[in-house]
Structure formats: structure tokens, C-alpha cells
């Protein structure tokens, strides 16, 4: 059972360089979200999209960008990286119930930007 | 402000004993959920155990527990008879309904689990 899936699972960038992480579910469901990890921030939510077509912004949305053309797939964009955008990102999804539907994760990608 | 707070960074407990991680949370809105994840050192998130605003009992999950005090606004996550495994970060999560699919995370607490 594939879940969640995130690629690439590491990269290393140059400041400047765009970057896109992609992010595929195939359990249908409807609300996906990207996170990011800091060491003592835990994980702060950077977009989120409740069905395909919608998506909202997060925590801390500044410099990224995402998209949500179909139900399985919720890429997320650094058009510009920045040296502060050096963490692990985490893709999750979860059933579109209020309040009860826990998230689902991918396996993380971890981004260096240098 | 911060919805979800953690204030042990770190813990440690001896094996076979039971141990509490705190978590408190800030919401106006009558209906929400609240979740615990645990992440190993391989980095996956796991999800533990749910409790709804609404519910009335604690929630439980095998060795795992939640004690909700509703009026404080606390949802502390109990692991009894700890494991070597049970070593991990711990993070509480809300989500709260009328906001929709806006789901936050605490800054998680480190446990330590002694042989």
C-alpha cells in the first residue's frame, strides 16, 4: 500500500533555484497539506488544499507556492529557495471529516538550500 | 498565539513505568479534535490516538491513553508500562472544525525511554 508519496526524499540546492516537491495520495482523499519541520518549532503548516481546485494558506506561506489540478496530486513550489527554507518538508492528506479525520504522512523530503 | 502548547522538551523515563507528556491548547471553537503522533529517529509520523471535543470518555489505545480536561484545556498523553521503543518525539496536534482543514502541531517533547 503506497499511501502517501514524496520525491525527491533529499535534495541539495543552490540559493536561487527553484524547487518543486511532489507530493501523491491514492486514498482519495480530499484535503491534503504541506508541512515543514524545524528542530524546537515542530510542524508548521505551510498550504493546504480541501478538495481539488481550493487551496489556503498556512503558518508560514511566504515563498511557497501549490497547486491542486486533481484529487491525488498537491505539489509544492519554491520559486526562489532561500538559505531559511532548509528543512524537512512532509506531505499529508487526510479524510474530509470535521475534526476526526487524522493526517496521513509521507515519508518526508529533506531540503538544503545553500 | 500559540494553539498548541508542549512545555517538556525532553523526558526521560525507566522502562516499565508509565509516563505522562503534557499538552495544552487554546481554541474558541466548541468542536475540535485532538491528536497525538509520535515520530521515531527514522523521521515517519505515526498517528497514536484521538479525542473529540465532544467526547466523554478518554480516549485509549492499547498502552496509550489521553486525559482530557476540557475545562483546561488539556489533553495529556499517558504511555503506561514504557517500551525501549516507545523512544521517540511526541507531538499534539488540534484540528479544529469551524476553520476547516486547519490542523496544528505542538513543538513535540523528546522521550527518553531507560533500560
Known amino acids: 500500500t503506497a499511501g502517501i508519496t514524496q520525491a525527491p526524499t533529499s535534495q541539495i540546492l543552490a540559493a536561487g533555484r527553484s524547487m518543486t516537491l511532489r507530493c501523491t495520495q491514492d486514498?482519495?482523499?480530499?484535503?491534503m497539506y504541506w508541512y515543514r519541520q524545524d528542530l524546537g518549532l515542530g510542524l508548521r503548516l505551510i498550504h493546504y488544499?480541501?478538495?481539488?481546485?481550493?487551496?489556503g494558506k498556512g503558518e508560514v506561506p511566504d515563498g511557497y507556492s501549490v497547486s491542486r489540478a486533481n484529487t491525488d496530486d498537491f505539489p509544492l513550489t519554491l520559486a526562489s529557495a532561500v538559505p531559511s527554507q532548509t528543512s524537512v518538508y512532509f506531505c499529508?492528506?487526510?479524510?474530509?471529516?470535521?475534526?476526526?479525520?487524522?493526517?496521513?504522512f509521507g515519508e518526508g523530503s529533506r531540503l538544503t538550500v545553500l | 498565539a500559540q494553539k498548541i502548547t508542549q512545555t517538556q522538551p525532553g523526558m526521560f523515563v525507566q522502562e516499565k513505568e508509565a509516563v505522562t507528556l503534557d499538552c495544552t491548547y487554546d481554541?474558541?471553537?466548541?468542536?475540535?479534535?485532538l491528536f497525538w503522533y509520535k515520530q521515531p529517529s527514522s523521521g515517519e509520523m505515526i498517528f497514536l490516538i484521538y479525542?473529540?471535543?465532544?467526547?466523554?470518555q478518554n480516549a485509549t489505545e492499547g498502552r496509550y491513553s489521553l486525559n482530557f480536561q476540557k475545562a483546561r484545556k488539556s489533553a495529556n498523553l499517558v504511555i503506561s508500562a514504557s517500551q525501549l521503543g516507545d523512544s521517540a518525539m511526541y507531538f499534539c496536534?488540534?484540528?479544529?472544525?469551524?476553520?476547516?482543514?486547519?490542523?496544528?502541531f505542538g513543538p513535540g517533547t523528546r522521550l527518553s525511554v531507560l533500560p
Open positions: 499529508a492528506s487526510s479524510v474530509d471529516r470535521a475534526n476526526t479525520g487524522e493526517l496521513f
Open positions: 486514498m482519495r482523499h480530499n484535503a
Open positions: 488544499s480541501n478538495t481539488a481546485g481550493t487551496t
Open positions: 481554541t474558541s471553537d466548541p468542536s475540535y479534535g
Open positions: 479525542q473529540g471535543s465532544y467526547d466523554q
Open positions: 496536534a488540534m484540528r479544529e472544525g469551524h476553520i476547516g482543514q486547519n490542523f496544528v
